[in-house]
């Protein structure tokens, strides 16, 4: 079993920046692979980004490419979402997630956070 608690949500205006943490606590000297998902409200939860266990490599939504970047702290078993120039569209609650295969599927991940809020103000 694998916990995973997210924070570094909150309220920020259009082309402001957050930083997301996700930490992870369990069995986390099993090879996870790690990501983030959103979920906006009256959508379906949807891929953000994903990042390896070596943290080698990475891939991102399109949506997202060149905005956001993950990383990953194996000594502290943290996932990071750095995400800059935010638009009112990227509001949502976003998930940590951690999976054995490399996957972009929300079915594609075995272990979920609770979810932080990101708002970005117009």
């Known amino acids: 079993q694998v916990q995973l608690v997210e924070s570094g949500g909150g309220l920020v205006q259009a082309g402001g920046s957050l930083r997301l943490s996700c930490a992870a606590s369990g069995r986390t000297s099993s090879m996870y692979v790690m990501a983030w998902f959103r979920q906006a409200p009256g959508k379906e939860r949807e891929f953000v980004a994903t990042i390896s266990w070596s943290g080698g490599v990475t891939y991102y939504a399109d949506s997202v490419k060149g905005r956001f970047t993950v990383s990953r702290d194996n000594a502290k078993n943290t996932a990071d979402l750095q995400m800059n120039s935010l638009k009112p569209e990227d509001t949502a609650v976003y998930y940590c997630?951690?999976?054995?295969?490399?996957?972009?599927?929300?079915?594609?991940?075995?272990?979920w956070g609770q979810g932080t809020q990101v708002t970005v103000s117009s």
């Open positions: 997630a951690a999976g054995t295969r490399w996957s972009t599927l929300v079915a594609g991940f075995d272990y």
